[in-house]
């Protein structure tokens, strides 16, 4: 069974997708978010054409722990999910994994523009991978 994660972003949201035996995550696409309710059907035909069966949900937590008004919009997409999909979704602490990612991504010196482009992707899938490695 495989797991998706999702870096949920007012403008994109990342999606990551582990393996068949739910040890490595891999950057899958980056959504656009163009038009309300686009998401939600690019997401339910991913899990149908990947055979997922549990999705996580990328929770920005502020530093102190507690969760803000970014984390509630999280917390009302996890449940959209879980009411349209029937699927198991799953929260995780996400703090700092877009900050992770643009570092990364700056270290092997990835252009501006190509870094726009992935950042959101790679943060789905530390989000995804630092899941994964919890469940070990």
Not at 4 to 27: K, N
Not at 36 to 56: C, N, S
Request: aromatic fraction near 4%.
């Amino acid at each position: 069974m495989k797991i998706m994660g999702l870096d949920y972003g007012d403008r994109r949201i990342g999606v990551a997708l582990s393996d068949a035996f739910g040890w490595t995550a891999q950057g899958l696409e980056v959504i656009e978010r163009r038009r309300e309710g686009i998401e939600l059907e690019r997401i339910t035909a991913l899990v149908k054409e990947h055979e997922v069966g549990e999705i996580v949900v990328g929770l920005p937590k502020n530093m102190n722990g507690s969760i803000g008004p970014r984390g509630e919009i999280c917390m009302e997409f996890a449940q959209t999910l879980r009411d349209s999909l029937c699927l198991p979704v799953h929260l995780w602490d996400e703090r700092l994994s877009t900050v992770s990612a643009e570092r990364a991504l700056l270290e092997a010196d990835v252009s501006r523009k190509k870094r726009k482009q992935v950042v959101d992707k790679m943060a789905a899938s530390l989000i995804l991978q630092n899941y994964l490695d919890s469940k070990r």
